[in-house]
């Protein structure tokens, strides 16, 4: 029974419901996306639409902001946005929504670029799926501007080594060269603006349908980003007076076989002018300056192979590298470098000095050759020698008569290690100055706690009686290994001094420095290391003027115990 008074009540109530509606069917509310655009008119609404951009400078980008809203209770979706077929490129959309959610507001920018003196139009066409639009129509919002002359942005571009080349206005390439499968080959570009208004580079991209696969940048470029959709440009303002300005970029190229390979670059500019106009007005694509063109080319090919060496130690070729010492005359070969095929020769050597010790100087004497030695300078006389203790390291790169570059790794490494018990190195800053290194015995009688010293004596070791093309000082006669000497003194320049001992006999030995003569170039700052055993064992560094002197610390032997002094007095040596 409770069965049938149920459905006899749904049945009533259904009866009751169509029997009370009895509405036309436009009385019913539509729920649909609307859109509101701020150019049209009132403020509202989607007609009579216009943004006037009014006189810009030519070159010169103008933006504005549309505020578009949606009044409904559900999303509004964009697409994106059109021009007419018959607007000025001059106009640009920067940014758009692809959806605004229910009544809320959001931007659209759209921009003016003028690039003739002239007025210009357009037409926008913002499409959406709004309902008050008839047959979702596009909004069409009319643009207007008109552009002015007070001044012109001038590009230019310039490859840099190993590229050559200027652009627009030639038929020049950019050649990347001849290098391995695989292994990537760079030139730089230099774009400069000649002209009196900001140079824009709106975009830097390679013509997807001139270029081979390979080819990209090195680092962020102008254009739009693909992750975010942002817009990013670079601004060259005009040269000041005596002064150019500019920006680069790195095009790089990675051949995946052997061959050639081509590509097109393409700079995008707010530059409107041609290099060679043609009579009937038009531009070349070559010659625009507004859409560079800059036609670049690499070949994949099999490379010669670097093979670093050191030919000899103090001209013997029969030496262990592990025994290399300060002031040692190192010889690097090349020679052993061989091209990939037999109908090829090795043409060019290149060497470079990849890392060294602080403070040195040392450089090769010839770079270009198979065979370059280490050479430093001394008392303005350039001798054949690495100048520091420490690490050393050198990079070989070798190119064939095609022009190919070798691609692997070829590096002559070796340490230059102090084989006395006691090294002392002395290094400044000032390439005129002379600055000496003293090295002082205690003459205290023994078992004196306090130590004496008397410089510029037979107990102080200088480079007026303890050079070693002098003899050296004779501290204990007949006991050379325990005789200080001095190898180098330099009246001219960084350094180095060097004062050495083999077998130290036991006493304390003072370190010093005295600033002989600034030769009117003023102060200097100096550093001295001790090695131990070939081991860095401390390092102290101040600033010295003139007449200076420098007591740096105190050495124990056999203890190995060394106390800072640090005592910088005016004037001669106070002892």
């Known amino acids: 029974m409770l069965r049938w008074n149920v459905l006899w009540l749904v049945g009533a109530l259904s009866a009751l419901t169509l029997s009370r509606c009895n509405c036309p069917d436009e009385d019913f509310l539509e729920v649909a996306p609307r859109i509101n655009v701020d150019a049209c008119k009132s403020g509202q609404g989607t007609s009579e639409c216009m943004v006037d951009f009014g006189e810009v400078a030519l070159s010169t980008r103008a933006s504005h902001e549309l505020r578009i809203s949606n009044p409904s209770g559900i999303q509004l979706t964009l697409q994106e946005p059109t021009f007419s077929d018959e607007t000025d490129p001059a106009f640009r959309v920067d940014h758009w929504p692809d959806r605004i959610a229910a009544g809320l507001e959001s931007s659209m920018v759209v921009s003016f670029r003028p690039l003739v003196e002239s007025a210009v139009e357009g037409v926008l066409e913002i499409h959406s799926d709004a309902a008050n639009v008839p047959s979702q129509e596009p909004v069409l919002v009319e643009l207007r501007g008109r552009g002015v002359d007070n001044g012109l942005p001038q590009i230019e571009i310039v490859a840099r080594s190993p590229c050559v080349g200027t652009w627009p206005g030639s038929e020049d390439v950019a050649d990347l060269g001849i290098t391995a499968v695989a292994h990537a080959a760079t030139c730089t570009f230099e774009i400069f603006n000649r002209g009196s208004r900001d140079l824009v580079i709106e975009e830097i991209s390679y013509d997807a349908e001139s270029t081979d696969n390979g080819f990209d940048f090195v680092g962020r470029v102008p254009g739009v980003d693909p992750d975010t959709g942002e817009r990013f440009e670079s601004v060259i303002p005009p040269p000041e007076e005596g002064t150019s300005s500019s920006r680069s970029f790195v095009a790089r190229g990675v051949p995946s076989e052997l061959g050639t390979f081509a590509g097109l670059i393409l700079v995008q500019t707010n530059d409107p002018g041609c290099v060679n106009p043609q009579g009937d007005g038009s531009c070349r694509p070559e010659d625009s300056r507004t859409l560079v063109q800059i036609p670049v080319t690499l070949e994949g090919a099999l490379t010669p192979t670097a093979v670093a060496e050191i030919l000899s130690v103090n001209g013997s070729e029969d030496f262990d590298p592990r025994q290399i010492e300060p002031l040692d005359d190192v010889v690097l070969t090349a020679e052993e470098s061989f091209a990939s095929s037999r109908s090829l020769r090795i043409s060019e050597y290149r060497w470079e000095i990849i890392e060294q010790p ?70 400044w800053d000032h390439p005129n100055s002379d600055v000496d290194l003293h090295l002082l015995r205690d003459i205290s009688p023994p078992g004196s706690t306090t130590p004496e010293w008397d410089s510029f004596s037979s107990d102080d070791c200088y480079f007026g009686n303890c050079k070693v093309a002098g003899g050296g000082l004779e501290w204990f006669p007949g006991e050379d290994e325990s005789n200080p000497t001095l190898d180098v003194d330099d009246l001219y320049g960084y350094g180095p001094e060097n004062i050495n001992i083999d077998t130290p006999h036991a006493g304390r030995y003072l370190v010093g420095v005295d600033y002989w003569s600034d030769h009117g170039e003023g102060d200097t700052v100096a550093v001295i290391r001790l090695f131990v055993f070939g081991n860095l064992h401390s390092e102290y560094l101040t600033d010295l003027a003139d007449s200076d002197w420098w007591e740096v610390a105190i050495i124990e032997w056999p203890s190995r115990e060394i106390t800072t002094s640090n005592v910088v007095t005016p004037g001669s040596a106070p002892y």
Do not use: C, K, Y
Not at 379 to 402: C, E, H, K, M, P
Not at 412 to 417: D, I, K, P, S
């Open 358 to 427: 602080p403070g040195s100087h040392g450089f090769l004497d010839n770079p270009g050759s198979a065979t370059p030695r280490f050479m430093f300078d001394n008392s303005r006389n350039i001798v054949a020698g690495v100048d520091l203790a420490g690490f050393w390291a050198v990079r070989l790169t070798v190119v064939d008569s095609r022009g190919a570059s070798s691609v692997n790794e070829a590096v002559v490494t070796f340490n230059a290690v102090p084989t006395d018990a006691i090294h002392i190195q002395l290094v």
